[in-house]
């Protein structure tokens, strides 16, 4: 039985650009460095839920607004990476290094701009957003959220970095800079949540510093120490109009993609912050769970990426097709599994959070209606885009999340979390709806030949 299994996969996954072993190696490699990551979000969460509730949920209405900004230099970032991915499968060297400097150039240089701007008007933003809550609740997010805008342009430098890494199929130098940030980043959130009892003020502490880590390790393993592809420090800043205009054609419609899904997000959590507080710490620990939960499919659409991206790059689209649908099918079974082991270990999620009794049922519900989703029909959702943009094809796979996003959380959800009542599990019915649409959506783009046409006739 194993022998036919194995038969099978190495006549699915094998090719001329990858074997079945070397995807397998990417892809165990991915689950490990996405888990690692996700695991120690949850651990780090868990220290500010001992803090208290509002403590929670300050950092849980923060996070919204520095996921937005955060994913301003992160799209510019995917954009740079498309172009590497593309370089290694044509073997164009002086391409790469050039889109592996760019990318960290501009990521830094719009991150610095980006934090200024928010950290100067951070209180009143807050106040705007949610001007309902508590005082305290108030006091805690503009504190956390000025210490967030100092931890953006070491992140920037360092995702940049890493992405260049997943690109190219370097995914065992991905996991070591994942473990040096977010382990640095667990043992900083003990000492200053825990150890110094800095409450909000030590979590914001905690990613100034592992971000700062993470960034002079991720320059000293690129430049010097795992440099193969022999980039150089001193082409850092060296603009080259081309490339500056590439990156910012594929990462512009991307980081609208991303302003306008969080900006989505904020106003999710306008009409969440009409819930009680108790309510809202609940929501804070199903998102920071389900972070978890994501954590195998983010590892198939990083792989997905790497991929497609290196197929596009060697003209070889039906191939690139051919391994989206691929790695979807792989990804239904393995998200499967690693849901339903999350959710049976519900009890020490519980234990880790310690929330009160009240909010356990809510977070049960909602961590069953999103898992079950992500299971179904989240590999289709999630891993499509990341084919049809290796090929260029952004903006189609941007409009259909920002629509799927104002149907589903912002209108169906506002309607059944606030108008019929149904409260948190309400928004993780209304994802589930958003999740569906888009898969359905994007499963038609992806079978049929639109979606590589642009990049096949600039190829040629």
Partial sequence: MFQKLNRWLEASFTSEHFTFRQLAGMLVTLIMDSFSIMIIGVLSSSMVSSVGEAAMAAVNMVGTINVLVSLTFIALGTGGSIVVARAKGSHNMDTLRSAICH???????????????????????????????????????????????????????????????????DTKSSL?????????????????????????????????????????VALVWMFWIHNEFHVQLRKLFA????????????????????????????????YLARLTTMEMAAQGVVAAIFNLFCSTSNAMISLAA????????????????????????AGRFVVTGTTLLYLALMPLWFLLYAPSEAAKPIILTSLIIGGVSLA????????????????????????????????????VGYTLTIVLGIGVPGIWLAMSLEMLLRAIVLRRRVRGDKWFEKHQMKAA
């Avoid at 106040?127 to 967030?148: A, H, N």
């Avoid at 205009?245 to 106003?267: D, F, R, T």
């Avoid at 590999?379 to 104002?406: E, H, K, M, W």
């Fill in 176 to 216: 070591f800079l994942t473990i040096i940030i977010n382990g640095a980043h667990l043992i900083f959130s003990f000492v200053f949540i825990n150890g110094m009892q800095l409450g909000v003020d030590g979590a914001g502490w905690s990613l100034i510093v592992a971000r700062l880590l993470g960034m002079v």
């Fill in 306 to 329: 790497t991929v497609c991206g290196q197929c596009v790059g060697a003209r070889q689209y039906q191939l690139a097709r051919k391994y989206c649908l691929k790695i979807i099918q």
């Fill in 376 to 411: 179904i029909f989240g590999c289709d959702s999630n891993i499509i885009p990341s084919a049809l943009r290796s090929a260029g094809d952004v903006v189609y796979p941007s409009i259909v999340s920002v629509s799927t996003l104002f149907i589903g959380r912002i209108a």
């Fill in 103 to 169: 990318t960290v150039s501009i990521s830094a240089l719009v991150s610095l701009a980006v934090s200024a701007l928010l950290f100067m008007v951070g209180e009143p933003l807050v106040r705007v957003l949610y001007p309902s809550v508590e005082p305290l609740l108030t006091e805690y997010s503009v504190r956390y959220l000025r210490l967030v805008c100092l931890s953006l342009p070491p992140y920037a430098v360092f995702n940049a970095i890493f992405a260049a890494f997943r690109s190219v199929g």
């Fill in 239 to 270: 603009f080259s109009k081309a490339m500056v205009s590439e990156i910012i054609h594929l990462g512009v419609p991307i980081a609208y993609e991303s302003l306008l899904l969080q900006g989505g997000m904020l106003l999710v959590q306008v």
